[in-house]
T-cell receptor, first 113, second 116 residues
Framework: DAKTTQPTSMDCAEGRAANLPCNHS???????VYWYRQIHSQGPQYIIH???NNETNEMASLIITEDRKSSTLILPHATLRDTAVYYC??????????????FGSGTQLTVLP | NAGVMQNPRHLVRRRGQEARLRCSPM?????VYWYRQLPEEGLKFMVY????????ESGMPKERFSAEFPKEGPSILRIQQVVRGDSAAYFC??????????????FGPGTRLTVT
């Protein structure tokens, strides 16, 4: 699985958009970008994933650059409950191959009141 | 639709005792993963199981640790003769096993093991 690089920490004002970047310059053609978050002491929570197209769900949007070497997770209106460590994970996801997740250090997002 | 369930949520064991951690995957999920998070450290993969099969145990310590996912019932992570260094949060995750389906993993709330 490709290695990812994320900033160690970020702050965001409550109600504003939080934009979390991730670099994955060695990503392969069959690797997806997954985002998870871990709120203190809780189990990690799946947020979103994508291959090459931008994706949006009820939690967030995922913007993947055209060359796929980086991506940005966007939380459109951050709340205090979004304070968490956010993990960007690149992983192969093909039929018959459901593999483990490799968590890096992630980005500690702190939403400020 | 119930999520991944783990029990107990907190477990205290004395050195040398056995710890049994249970995980019930989401309904319809046939893949189970165990991860460990040591204090102030990141999540580390331990083992990946399907029903009655261990698929990948490359992250499991060589001794004292074992896992199973029987045909009926929850997945069990077993730690024999626990030591203080086993104190950690143990998370279970599950994913569906349908080829071509999505492979995102859904995590349980974890079991906090404290060895005294």
């Amino acid at each position: 699985d490709a290695k990812t690089t994320q900033p160690t920490s970020m702050d965001c004002a409550e109600g504003r958009a939080a934009n979390l970047p991730c670099n994955h310059s060695t990503i392969s053609g069959n690797e997806y970008v997954y985002w998870y978050r871990q709120i203190h002491s809780q189990g990690p929570q799946y947020i979103i994933h994508g291959l090459k197209n931008n994706e949006t769900n009820e939690m967030a949007s995922l913007i993947i650059t055209e060359d796929r070497k980086s991506s940005t997770l966007i939380l459109p209106h951050a709340t205090l409950r979004d304070t968490a460590v956010y993990y960007c994970i690149v992983r192969v996801a093909i039929a018959g191959s459901a593999r483990q997740l490799t968590f890096g250090s992630g980005t500690q997002l702190t939403v400020l009141p | 639709n119930a999520g991944v369930m783990q029990n107990p949520r907190h477990l205290v064991r004395r050195r040398g005792q056995e710890a049994r951690l249970r995980c019930s995957p989401m309904k319809g999920h046939s893949h189970v993963y165990w991860y460990r998070q040591l204090p102030e450290e990141g999540l580390k993969f331990m083992v990946y199981l399907q029903k009655e099969n261990i698929i990948d145990e490359s992250g499991m310590p060589k001794e004292r640790f074992s896992a199973e996912f029987p045909k009926e019932g929850p997945s069990i992570l077993r730690i024999q003769q626990v030591v203080r260094g086993d104190s950690a949060a143990y998370f279970c995750a599950s994913s569906p096993g349908v080829p071509g389906g999505s492979y995102e993993q859904y995590f349980g709330p974890g079991t906090r093991l404290t060895v005294t």
